[in-house]
C-alpha cells in the first residue's frame, strides 16, 4: 500500500485488542469524516485474533497499521501511535465506537477559528448493553454527563483533580498540547483517560462543547468496570499531582474519600476506611459536604 505525499494534517490513533468484529464499524467512521486530511494509525496490541483480515478489505492509503510484538495495554498501544503519528493535530478513536461523520470537521473549524484553544472535546451517546452483554438501546446516556459541562471562566485543574471531563475519542488535540509525546501512565490500567486528562488541564487550554460527536456502546470486557483497578488508577492520579492537589485541599480529601469508597466495594474495608478517615481530617468540611449529599437524597416522609 502507498501512503499519501505530505504530512497529513490529523493523526488518529486507534488501540485495539482483538474486537474483531467492531473494528471495522470503527475504522470506516473515522475514514468517512468529511473531513479527510487526515491518517489513521491502527495499533494492534499483541492481538491473539487475527486483525490483518480487517484491514486488508480496506482499501485507503490513510490507513496504517502496526502491530505491537507484546500486549501492553491500552495506554501502551496509544504511546505506540503517538511515536508513529505525522499530524498537527492529535485525535483517538475507540474500536468500539463510531463518530458522528462531521466530528473533525466541527472540531478542526474550532481550533482554526481560536488559537487559544489548545484541545476540544464534545460528548458521545452511551448506548447500554443488554443483559447478555450484547449490544443495545435499553439504556442510552450523554458521557459526560452534560449538566457538569466545564465552563470556560471556570478552574480547569481544580475540575480534573476531581472529575474527567475527557473521553479520548470524543476529544481533538494539538499536537503541542503537552510537555512530551508520552502522553500516557503506561501503569495505570484503569482510569487511564483521567490520568492524562488531570496532568493535561495544567497544561493546555481545554474547550467542552456539549454536542455529541461520538457513539459509544457500553461493553463487558470494559476495564473501568474493575472496581480494584479503579482504585489503583486513582492512587495513580493522586501520586503523580501532588503538588497541584497541595493547593487544592478540598479536591484532595475528596479523592481520599473516593479511594476510601473504592475498596471498601472492592472487599478491603479495613484500608477503605482508613482513607476515609484521613479524607475527612485532612478537609473536616468534607464531611459536612457529604452529610448533606446524604440528607438530599433521602426520601421525604
Known sequence: ?????????????????????????SIRSVLGQTYGDLELIVVDDASTEDLSQVIDRI???????????????ASAARNTGLAEARGAFIAFQDSDDLWLPRKLERQMKLLQD????????????????????SYGIDKVSLRPPPDGRLR???????????ENRISLQNALFRRDCY????????????????????????????????EPVVMAFSSTDSISKNKRAKAIGLVRILRRNREAYASHPHEYALNLWRLGR??????????????????????????VQILGEKLSRKPRL
Request: hydrophobic residues 40%.
Open 152 to 162: 470556560e471562566d471556570e478552574d480547569q485543574v481544580a475540575k480534573f483533580l476531581v
Open 59 to 73: 482499501d485507503d492509503p490513510r490507513l496504517r497499521y502496526v502491530r505491537r510484538p507484546v500486549n501492553g495495554g
Open 114 to 133: 481560536r488559537p487559544e484553544i489548545d484541545v476540544v472535546t464534545g460528548a458521545k451517546v452511551l448506548y447500554g448493553g443488554g443483559p447478555d452483554g
Open 1 to 25: 500500500m502507498t501512503y499519501p505525499a505530505g504530512k497529513p494534517t490529523v493523526s488518529v490513533i486507534l488501540p485495539v485488542y482483538n474486537r474483531l468484529h467492531t473494528l471495522e464499524d
Open 179 to 210: 510537555p512530551s509525546m508520552t502522553w500516557f501512565d503506561e501503569r495505570v490500567r484503569s482510569n487511564a483517560d483521567w490520568a492524562f486528562t488531570v496532568s493535561l488541564a495544567q497544561h493546555a487550554r481545554i474547550l467542552e462543547q456539549a
Open 262 to 287: 473504592a475498596l471498601i466495594n472492592a472487599g478491603k474495608p479495613r484500608i477503605g476506611r482508613r482513607f476515609c478517615g484521613a479524607a475527612l481530617r485532612h478537609h473536616p468540611a468534607l464531611g
